[in-house]
């Protein structure tokens, strides 16, 4: 008992700890320690792919060695990130000045001049050679160019990186040649789509986001070269997509036929395959200054929160039936949402869901690749992706609650702790396991650490002023002041069409910190309070109080004693508990009063019974009403039930009952 108590006030005293920290402020001083921590981290990282693996387009961090496609074995789809034009390079241009590496960043764009070529015969992903090697060009571009501009360095540069990126994009223009709009999922970088020798052309779809996800960068490309035909094939695309929702309930499904338009996979979420056309909808506005985006982003908003959003969870839906949930797990990539949220002002559910999030990796260490809408592993893959810290940082930036500067630092901590390797950062098979995967794909660079550097550096302590820039998808910088300084081409206007819709307070407006927080700075940690013990992690322990009940029991003996113990049931006589307590017989013959008596086990948080919730889908609720439930201990279990059950929903009123009788009294 009194190891028990003291185990008892060992984790009281560490989760006090934990939640102290959580919620204390951090210095100036502690934040500095952490920010050179992660620069670090960064040198370990970018090093080694120099070091180790350049001109490769990636590290292997456990073989020490760059992946070059064909010399290793074929991973399918994932490899069609690599094009034999030093990726990982590229994609960290900008990060190289984010975090004021000016020397390395003007020899890393001195390299990429001089020895990265793009006429490659290699078949890419047109959505992965985009988000990560034309905007890698035009984020370096924009960064090279404002050095040259401050005049103490980058005065050789005369606009490459631009060329190199206009060259790209001709060559990745090819696959924009369908009857559609919508572009080809992939495009031979030397031979384009339909040439006998490009060994592509014959696919017929794609995904929402692969079509969704031109926008940012081509109408940049556009404006800055002045060729307008980028940004009319990304705007054609985006018409096509927006049409071809599902009119009903404003929702776009997963995959589409690139030839008639036709949806070939009808589930709708804002995870994988959906997720960066929501978010290019929302930044092509704030980019653009085109009022058509940002109007048919709110429509999708207002969908995506009607049908989708379940705080804290995020389901997915049938496009055409949005109240049946299509599965019961959700993936790692739809921990951005809470940053575009932010962007979008409504802070509440960005708060909820990023708090759920949190919580799955306190449990899991990070986020698997997918996890159960219980919170377990679905599919313990973690590739060091960095949308949760990408919403970390903009919740950070939105509220000032340092709690999620806490967050950032656990963050940095993992990753030291469970991912580095001698030779870089190595990506984690499982989660469950901890065990490593050959592979630090480019984005960890490109994004991870811009963002984490971000949360904790003051402005004054970087090399541009962030707030002149978007961030694309893979944390690519272009400049906000594009819609003024380079206008429109000619027919790149979309025709603005009126919509019908319900408006809020962040409609057409940015969010206004003194409407989200009036003179509350608990807003945020009152809001993560009702999610803080969401998968049972943390959650202190706290004996349950003594239970008695009555066992009849013979006279000639204490079999049925003996028989629950072998059950593995406990039973002691409460007159042997205590002694001398008169009233603690049972005065009728042959009954005594026992008392249960619990043993603490290893397996406590395992056998904890999960909360699962249940959604009313009926009118007038339509999804928008979650409870909380627990399961059944008799009865259908409602869990196996795919597409929900139908019945009259009654309401038990004084809900007190005597469970022996089924009385309520």
Same mark, same amino acid.
């Given at each position: 008992?009194?190891?028990?108590?003291?185990?008892?006030?060992?984790?009281?005293?560490?989760?006090?700890?934990?939640?102290?920290?959580?919620?204390?402020?951090?210095?100036?001083?502690?934040?500095?320690?952490?920010?050179?921590?992660?620069?670090?981290?960064?040198?370990?990282?970018?090093?080694?792919?120099?070091?180790?693996?350049? %001109?490769?387009?990636?590290?292997?961090?456990?073989?020490?060695?760059?992946? +070059?496609?064909?010399?290793?074995?074929?991973?399918?789809?994932?490899?069609?990130?690599?094009?034999?034009?030093?990726?990982?390079?590229?994609?960290?241009?900008?990060?190289?000045?984010?975090?004021?590496?000016?020397?390395?960043?003007?020899?890393?764009?001195?390299?990429?001049?001089?020895?990265?070529?793009?006429?490659?015969?290699?078949?890419?992903?047109?959505?992965?050679?985009?988000?990560?090697?034309?905007?890698?060009?035009?984020?370096?571009?924009?960064?090279?160019?404002?050095?040259?501009?401050?005049?103490?360095?980058?005065?050789?540069?005369?606009?490459?990186?631009?060329?190199?990126?206009?060259?790209?994009?001709?060559? &990745?223009?090819?696959?924009?040649?369908?009857?559609?709009?919508? /572009?080809?999922?992939?495009?031979?970088?030397?031979?384009?789509?339909?040439? /006998?020798?490009?060994?592509?052309?014959?696919?017929?779809?794609?995904?929402?986001?692969?079509?969704?996800?031109?926008?940012?960068?081509?109408?940049?490309?556009?404006?800055?070269?002045?060729?307008?035909?980028?940004?009319?094939?990304?705007?054609?695309?985006?018409? @096509?997509?927006?049409?071809?929702?599902?009119?009903?309930?404003?929702?776009?499904?997963?995959?589409?036929?690139?030839?008639?338009?036709?949806?070939?996979?009808?589930?709708?979420?804002?995870?994988?395959?959906?997720?960066?056309?929501?978010?290019?909808?929302?930044?092509?506005?704030?980019?653009?200054?085109?009022?058509?985006?940002?109007?048919?982003?709110?429509? #999708?908003?207002?969908?995506?929160?009607?049908?989708?959003?379940?705080?804290?969870?995020?389901?997915?839906?049938?496009?055409?039936?949005?109240?049946?949930?299509?599965?019961?797990?959700?993936?790692?990539?739809?921990?951005?949402?809470?940053?575009?949220?932010?962007?979008?002002?409504?802070?509440? %559910?960005?708060?909820?869901?990023?708090?759920?999030?949190?919580?799955?990796?306190?449990?899991? !260490?990070?986020?698997?690749?997918?996890?159960?809408?219980?919170?377990?592993?679905?599919?313990?893959? #973690?590739?060091?992706?960095?949308?949760?810290?990408?919403?970390?940082?903009?919740?950070?930036?939105?509220?000032?609650?340092?709690?999620?500067?806490?967050?950032?630092?656990?963050?940095?901590?993992?990753?030291?702790?469970?991912?580095?390797?001698?030779?870089?950062?190595?990506?984690?098979?499982? +989660?469950?396991?901890?065990?490593?995967?050959?592979?630090?794909?480019?984005?960890?660079?490109?994004?991870?650490?811009?963002?984490?550097?971000?949360?904790?550096?003051?402005?004054?302590?970087? %090399?541009?002023?962030?707030?002149?820039?978007?961030?694309?998808?893979?944390?690519?910088?272009?400049?906000?002041?594009?819609?003024?300084?380079?206008?429109?081409?000619?027919?790149?206007?979309?025709?603005?069409?009126?919509?019908?819709?319900?408006?809020?307070?962040?409609?057409?407006?940015?969010?206004?910190?003194?409407?989200?927080?009036?003179?509350?700075?608990?807003?945020?940690?009152?809001?993560?309070?009702?999610?803080?013990?969401?998968?049972?992690?943390?959650?202190?322990?706290?004996?349950?109080?003594?239970?008695?009940?009555?066992?009849?029991?013979?006279?000639?003996?204490?079999?049925? +004693?003996?028989?629950?113990?072998?059950?593995?049931?406990?039973?002691?006589?409460?007159?042997?508990?205590?002694?001398?307590?008169?009233?603690?017989?049972?005065?009728?013959?042959?009954?005594?009063?026992?008392?249960?008596?619990?043993? &603490?086990?290893?397996?406590?948080?395992?056998?904890?019974?999960?909360? #699962?919730?249940?959604?009313?889908?009926?009118?007038?609720?339509?999804?928008?009403?979650?409870?909380?439930?627990?399961?059944?201990?008799?009865? !259908?279990?409602?869990?196996?039930?795919?597409?929900?059950?139908?019945?009259?929903? @009654?309401? @038990?009123?004084?809900?007190?009952?005597?469970?022996?009788?089924?009385?309520?009294?």
């Amino acid at each position: 008992m009194m190891m028990m108590t003291f185990k008892t006030l060992l984790i009281t005293s560490l989760l006090g700890w934990v939640q102290c920290q959580e919620s204390h402020s951090m210095t100036p001083e502690e934040k500095t320690v952490i920010r050179d921590q992660i620069v670090e981290m960064f040198d370990h990282a970018y090093g080694s792919y120099m070091k180790y693996a350049y %001109p490769a387009d990636e590290l292997m961090p456990l073989s020490c060695r760059g992946r +070059v496609r064909g010399q290793e074995p074929n991973r399918g789809d994932i490899d069609d990130s690599l094009g034999k034009f030093s990726l990982t390079l590229i994609d960290t241009l900008d990060t190289l000045v984010v975090l004021n590496k000016l020397d390395e960043f003007e020899e890393a764009v001195k390299k990429a001049v001089s020895e990265v070529r793009l006429d490659n015969d290699v078949v890419v992903s047109v959505f992965e050679t985009n988000i990560r090697v034309l905007g890698g060009l035009l984020g370096g571009h924009v960064m090279a160019d404002l050095l040259r501009q401050r005049g103490d360095r980058m005065q050789w540069y005369q606009d490459e990186l631009l060329h190199m990126a206009t060259e790209l994009g001709h060559r &990745l223009l090819p696959a924009f040649n369908t009857t559609s709009g919508l /572009p080809y999922p992939k495009v031979n970088l030397r031979y384009g789509v339909q040439n /006998p020798l490009s060994r592509t052309g014959t696919e017929s779809d794609t995904c929402t986001a692969c079509a969704g996800t031109m926008i940012l960068e081509f109408a940049a490309l556009s404006r800055l070269s002045g060729e307008s035909v980028f940004e009319e094939h990304a705007r054609k695309a985006m018409d @096509v997509l927006w049409e071809r929702r599902q009119r009903g309930s404003d929702l776009v499904g997963t995959v589409i036929n690139i030839h008639n338009g036709e949806w070939v996979r009808r589930e709708s979420g804002v995870g994988a395959g959906i997720d960066s056309y929501y978010e290019y909808l929302m930044k092509a506005y704030i980019l653009l200054g085109d009022n058509v985006f940002l109007q048919r982003f709110n429509v #999708h908003y207002s969908a995506i929160m009607k049908y989708i959003s379940q705080p804290p969870l995020l389901l997915n839906v049938h496009m055409h039936n949005p109240t049946v949930s299509v599965r019961s797990w959700m993936d790692s990539l739809l921990a951005f949402f809470p940053g575009l949220q932010v962007l979008r002002g409504d802070l509440k %559910p960005a708060i909820e869901t990023h708090e759920m999030l949190y919580q799955v990796t306190k449990q899991h !260490k990070f986020l698997p690749e997918a996890f159960t809408t219980e919170f377990r592993v679905h599919w313990g893959q #973690h590739l060091l992706r960095p949308e949760f810290a990408e919403s970390t940082y903009y919740l950070y930036k939105a509220t000032g609650d340092p709690y999620y500067l806490r967050v950032g630092q656990s963050i940095v901590e993992k990753l030291n702790a469970y991912t580095r390797v001698p030779c870089g950062f190595a990506a984690v098979q499982d +989660v469950r396991t901890g065990a490593h995967e050959d592979r630090m794909d480019s984005f960890f660079l490109a994004e991870m650490f811009k963002y984490l550097y971000l949360m904790f550096s003051e402005k004054s302590q970087l %090399p541009i002023d962030i707030d002149d820039y978007i961030f694309t998808t893979e944390a690519h910088l272009l400049p906000v002041s594009l819609s003024i300084t380079q206008p429109p081409c000619q027919g790149n206007i979309t025709e603005t069409v009126p919509i019908s819709q319900e408006e809020d307070l962040f409609t057409h407006s940015c969010p206004s910190t003194e409407t989200l927080f009036p003179n509350n700075p608990s807003f945020a940690k009152t809001i993560r309070d009702g999610f803080k013990y969401l998968t049972g992690v943390g959650r202190v322990f706290r004996p349950l109080p003594v239970r008695e009940i009555e066992l009849p029991l013979h006279d000639n003996g204490m079999e049925p +004693v003996e028989f629950l113990r072998s059950m593995g049931i406990s039973l002691t006589p409460l007159h042997e508990v205590t002694a001398g307590d008169a009233g603690s017989r049972k005065r009728h013959k042959g009954v005594y009063r026992v008392k249960l008596v619990a043993e &603490l086990s290893q397996t406590l948080d395992e056998e904890e019974v999960v909360p #699962h919730i249940v959604q009313l889908i009926s009118p007038p609720f339509l999804g928008r009403t979650v409870l909380t439930a627990g399961p059944a201990k008799f009865g !259908k279990d409602l869990s196996k039930q795919e597409h929900g059950v139908k019945g009259r929903l @009654v309401k @038990v009123s004084p809900v007190h009952c005597l469970w022996a009788n089924r009385k309520c009294k």
